[in-house]
């Protein structure tokens, strides 16, 4: 984006949308659906990506010895896709009667999803921990989430000047608990049985996506 002369810190909703940000209505009245996912890859500037990839990278130190690296690419991508969906639905059900919607982008939604994904995992009695420190760990992951989802719905209120996309947040989250209940974690487990469980769930959450994918689809006529 830079390299295309975009601003380094701040850039402007049409350069958000000109490399795939989310929007209500280019996808449900565009036939723009490739948004939901590329928007998890577009940031608002220097700042909005560093802060995203450091709880990325915090969370995703905890979350691929128990997921594998599939499974984190897997929920990364289905999280932050069920996000932008939900955040559609909002901002569609909200601003569709002054034909103005907000921008959307950026990976928080797949991290809360990653961060519900850890909150599931790290309950399971397989793991070779001590509960003591998987006490901690689970404890510091809903500390993390409760506490951004609280910011989140404070940038709501009418008058805030921060912008904040707390419905992708908490769609990304909800997935992020689905994507997990099924599964067991790859610790502590027969790896055939971590492997079919990952496709188990891998195919629900998809089928669950495409499915609300076609509800959001009528909702413009």
Request: net charge positive; charged share 10%; hydrophobic share 55%.
């Amino acid at each position: 984006m830079v390299a295309n002369r975009v601003s380094f810190l701040n850039p402007s909703p049409e350069d958000l949308l000109r490399f795939g940000a989310d929007n209500a209505g280019t996808v449900l009245l565009g036939g723009d659906w490739w948004r939901i996912v590329s928007a998890m890859f577009v940031h608002v500037g220097i700042i909005h990506l560093a802060t995203n990839m450091w709880c990325l990278w915090n969370l995703g130190l905890l979350a691929e010895p128990l997921m594998g690296s599939a499974g984190v690419l897997a929920v990364y991508i289905l999280t932050g896709a069920a996000g932008n969906l939900l955040s559609t639905l909002y901002n569609w059900l909200k601003y569709h009667d002054l034909g103005a919607f907000s921008v959307g982008a950026g990976a928080s939604g797949a991290v809360f999803g990653i961060a519900g994904a850890l909150i599931v995992l790290l309950k399971s009695e397989r793991l070779p921990v001590p509960p003591r420190e998987l006490y901690k760990l689970r404890r510091s992951v809903i500390y993390f989430a409760a506490i951004n989802l609280m910011i989140g719905f404070a940038t709501m209120i009418p008058g805030s000047i921060v912008r904040i996309d707390n419905m992708a947040h908490l769609g990304g989250f909800s997935c992020g608990l689905l994507f997990a209940a099924p599964m067991v974690p790859r610790l502590g487990s027969p790896r055939p049985l971590f492997l079919r469980r990952l496709r188990i769930t891998v195919v629900m959450v998809v089928a669950l996506l495409v499915l609300f994918g076609f509800y959001l689809a009528q909702l413009p006529g």
